[in-house]
């Protein structure tokens, strides 16, 4: 039985398939959303993975908390059935979980919330490019039926809804997830005070969906006057490691590639670097970018997406082609000579990511809310 300053809160059951750190955005976005509304709903987590890549997926992680929980078939049948809103987390990799509950949980005549995590466009960057094009076919024909039934598809920016919108699938809300500023210092704590732009960022996942093959091409143009850091793991890792060691000695040496970034230490990465590079080929919301925002850095993204609805060119961030390395390079070298203007820049992004956390926050509560509270 809950305690009494439970009792009174809706409880909401959220679902999905990726495990809580190399998971990325979606994985970082569904706990962020239970702390952050923690107050007024209670949430259970269900996954398919409480473990990492890099550990053994086949025994429960120790360390998951009371309210998380991988998924087995009774404790999903028994936390189904006493959710007052359930929340089905999908991507376009149709994963297993998250696939099933969203065909099965309208059964049980529960409000179901899918909030879509990826466009279209990402089956043409994950396993489902081998398919043929029927059955690719066949699985946005489901895909759409399943998404009629539940009670609100929640798109994470106004170019993913657009992009939904096109295929099919109808979205009720634009919806992004709250990106919070914590462990990040406050506006004026990145002042540069008149220091030139002279380190570039990439973070996140190596794969061509994320634009990483773009950058052996960015290398040799960007060094040796700028220093790359570049943090992360993925496919294409193999072939930048070969880039920069094919670099001449001069260039290579500004030039730092690791793993994979910790969350908790973000915020230290982002005060290495004084621009990010977000060189995504799709994108439904821009997490990365968020982070970058609140830490005071420059965001030079590709407009794929949800950058676009983050990004204003010259105002919030600077938008670029990133195969054209030219195009970059003349960005860096302007912010490089004109220290004024990357540090206006960078307080109108801070003041943008504000402005957007709040919103996301509020909004998501009172959409929450108003579901849970609605009449069986």
Aim: with cysteine; aromatic share 4%.
């Amino acid at each position: 039985m809950p305690d009494p300053p439970q009792a009174g809160r809706p409880l909401v059951l959220m679902a999905h398939d990726y495990p809580p750190l190399t998971g990325g955005g979606l994985a970082l976005g569904v706990r962020e959303l239970a702390r952050l509304l923690g107050d007024e709903l209670r949430f259970r987590i269900l996954s398919s993975r409480l473990v990492d890549h890099f550990a053994d997926d086949r025994s429960r992680l120790a360390a998951a908390r009371p309210d998380t929980a991988r998924a087995g078939l009774g404790r999903t049948l028994r936390w189904l059935c006493e959710a007052d809103v359930i929340i089905v987390h999908w991507t376009f990799s149709f994963r297993r979980l998250s696939t099933v509950l969203l065909l099965a949980a309208p059964l049980l005549r529960r409000p179901v919330v899918c909030v879509i995590h990826t466009a279209p466009d990402h089956c043409d960057y994950n396993r489902l490019r081998r398919l043929p094009s029927p059955v690719r076919r066949l699985l946005f024909t489901l895909m759409r039926h399943a998404a009629r039934r539940c009670t609100a598809v929640v798109a994470l920016s106004h170019p993913h809804a657009a992009a939904l919108a096109q295929v099919g699938i109808p979205v009720a809300r634009v919806l992004p997830l709250p990106v919070a500023p914590d462990g990040f210092p406050p506006a004026n704590g990145r002042r540069r005070n008149g220091r030139p732009v002279r380190t570039v960022g990439i973070v996140g996942e190596l794969s061509e969906l994320k634009g990483a093959d773009a950058i052996p091409a960015l290398l040799p143009v960007l060094t040796p006057r700028f220093a790359v850091r570049i943090a992360g793991r993925g496919s294409l890792a193999p072939a930048l490691t070969r880039a920069v060691a094919t670099l001449p000695p001069a260039r290579r040496a500004g030039v730092v590639l690791s793993d994979r970034v910790d969350p908790a230490s973000m915020p230290s990465l982002y005060g290495e670097v004084d621009c990010l590079l977000v060189l995504s080929r799709s994108e439904s919301q821009s997490r990365v970018t968020l982070e970058a925002m609140h830490a005071g850095v420059v965001v030079l993204g590709s407009g794929a997406g949800g950058v676009a609805d983050l990004v204003e060119d010259g105002e919030t961030g600077f938008l670029v082609d990133p195969d054209d390395p030219e195009s970059v390079l003349y960005v860096l070298a302007r912010l490089h000579a004109e220290p004024a203007e990357a540090e206006r820049v960078r307080c109108r992004a801070h003041e943008r990511a504000t402005r957007a956390f709040a919103r996301s926050q509020r909004e998501w509560r009172a959409f929450l809310l108003a579901i849970a509270r609605q009449p069986r």
